[in-house]
């Protein structure tokens, strides 16, 4: 395969300078059944650099382009290593998993005298707080199922809470709209907020997942609107709560990539292979219930929020641009 990659940068007038068996191989949560994925960084020749051909990446598959893949086939994915870096300040997950890839040695495939300085410096590459990707990639993995913090999850919990509310009749939504701000507030999808007028008056609205539901209607229209919402969507939550129906492979991808993200927090690096990989494998064979990896993923991100936006962050990666800059020259002497 080596061979093969060395040929494909050749035609394309590049040089290989990395290679590194990726995704789960990687993270340590390979089966039989994984396919093999391939991850590296060329260097553009300087004639390229200097007609502004610029190529960003080389990618291609051994697989049939019509069919899922199966353990049999490889992907390979190729970054120049001017992307590559603009990718890793951006804090990129895969880039960010590529950098930190010098942590498994069993997964480099190839590896030129460039890279040494850059994985020596791994932590003047990028700032700890533009890491994000790894959490909203997470949160899309599971906000399909309704977990907390989501727009599912946020409709989940107004719609059980409404339904609860006893004799109705005759009250307004402004009666009872601090009640659900206090135990379904969510800052994206469920907050109060003034919108339109009654006289010269403005009048108190609550925002659920969008939708605009004045303070001055009653609250049975309220409850029909949310039961009638819940029921375009909520059948999934519902599945999940009783673990059917469930992608646990999405599951396991938002749990390893929180993973991701502590480690980065807590040490300023990623370590691979991941130290939980067997948990997160569990998870992708279905081995868990839907509760216990709701909790997990609530709490990670929680303990992630905190720590990023509080002042308990002790790492403090910071990207260098002048180093980076160096970096690249110092690549083409």
């Known amino acids: 395969m080596l061979n093969d990659i060395h040929k494909k940068c050749k035609e394309n007038n590049v040089s290989l300078i990395y290679l590194v068996k990726f995704g789960s191989h990687l993270y340590g949560t390979n089966t039989p059944e994984s396919d093999t994925d391939y991850k590296g960084i060329f260097l553009p020749s300087m004639k390229q650099l200097l007609l502004q051909q610029n190529i960003k990446s080389i990618t291609y598959s051994t697989g049939d382009n019509n069919d899922k893949n199966s353990s049999e086939d490889v992907d390979v994915q190729l970054w120049s290593l001017h992307y590559f870096l603009k990718l890793v300040s951006k804090g990129e997950t895969n880039a960010l998993d590529l950098l930190f890839s010098f942590t498994y040695t069993d997964m480099i495939e190839y590896m ?36 907390k913090g989501s727009r599912l999850g946020v409709l989940k919990k107004v719609n059980k809470l409404v339904n609860t509310i006893k004799d109705i009749d005759d009250i307004k939504l402004h009666d009872i709209m ?27 609205s609550l925002v659920i997942c969008g939708k605009v539901h004045q303070g001055t209607i009653n609250v049975t229209e309220f409850i ?32 390893r990539a929180l993973t991701q993200m502590k480690q980065l ?50 790492v403090k990666n910071k990207r260098d641009n002048k180093l980076i800059e160096s970096i690249i020259l110092d690549a083409y002497k």
Not at 114 to 140: P, T
Not at 228 to 245: D, F, H, N, V
């Open 265 to 314: 927090i807590n040490t300023g690096m990623i370590q691979y292979p991941l130290a939980n990989a067997d948990y997160i494998s569990s998870i992708k064979m279905g081995k868990l219930s839907f509760k216990e990896v709701e909790k997990i993923i609530y709490d990670s991100i929680g303990e992630i929020d905190e720590k990023l936006n509080g002042d308990s962050l002790v």
């Open 112 to 147: 030129d005298d460039i890279m040494i300085r850059i994985h020596d410096n791994y932590n003047n590459l990028f700032n700890i707080k533009d890491c994000n990707a790894f959490v909203g990639y997470a949160i899309g993995q599971a906000k399909k199922y309704g977990i």
């Open 178 to 204: 601090d009640d659900i701000i206090d135990k379904c507030y969510d800052s994206s999808y469920c907050f109060k907020k003034m919108i339109g007028t009654k006289g010269n008056e403005p009048i108190q």
């Open 224 to 255: 029909e609107r949310i039961n009638t919402e819940y029921k375009k969507y909520g059948k999934r939550a519902e599945q999940a709560e009783k673990s059917l129906g469930i992608d646990w492979k999405a599951l396991s991808h938002a749990v």
